[in-house]
């Protein structure tokens, strides 16, 4: 059985960082790329990031582009989203998802991609 196990959200003030993780167990974490996803209240679940299988490659969405960085440590089992420069909109349940298809370059912006998702952290940012 896959689990998903995100932490390390909070509530912060505006321009202060976080660092999310997520733990997977039950699936070979170093053969899947892995993603990040977020819903604010009121809106659809959003593509944030993605890293490839090997970590060589990450995709940002526009709105966290050169603010977030997503990594890895496959030793751990465990993907990382460093959040900085932090805004009020960026408030919302952040996901940790597993894609259905394995060694891919991590390019899956669509919540229909990925198979396994944990149950999200909370995020709030304060203004």
């Known amino acids: 059985q896959v689990q998903v196990v995100e932490s390390g959200g909070g509530l912060v003030q505006a321009g202060d960082s976080l660092r999310l993780a997520c733990a997977t167990s039950?699936?070979?974490?170093?053969?899947?790329?892995m993603g990040w996803f977020r819903r604010a209240p009121g809106k659809e679940r959003e593509f944030v990031a993605a890293i490839s299988w090997g970590g060589r490659r990450t995709h940002y969405s526009d709105s966290v582009k050169g603010r977030f960085t997503i990594s890895r440590d496959n030793g751990k089992n465990t993907v990382y989203l460093q959040m900085n420069s932090l805004k009020p909109e960026d408030t919302a349940v952040y996901y940790c998802a597993v894609p259905r298809i394995s060694y891919s370059d991590g390019a899956h912006y669509s919540t229909v991609e990925y198979e396994y998702w944990g149950q999200g952290t909370q995020v709030t940012v304060s203004s």
């Open positions: 039950g699936r070979t974490f170093s053969r899947y790329a």
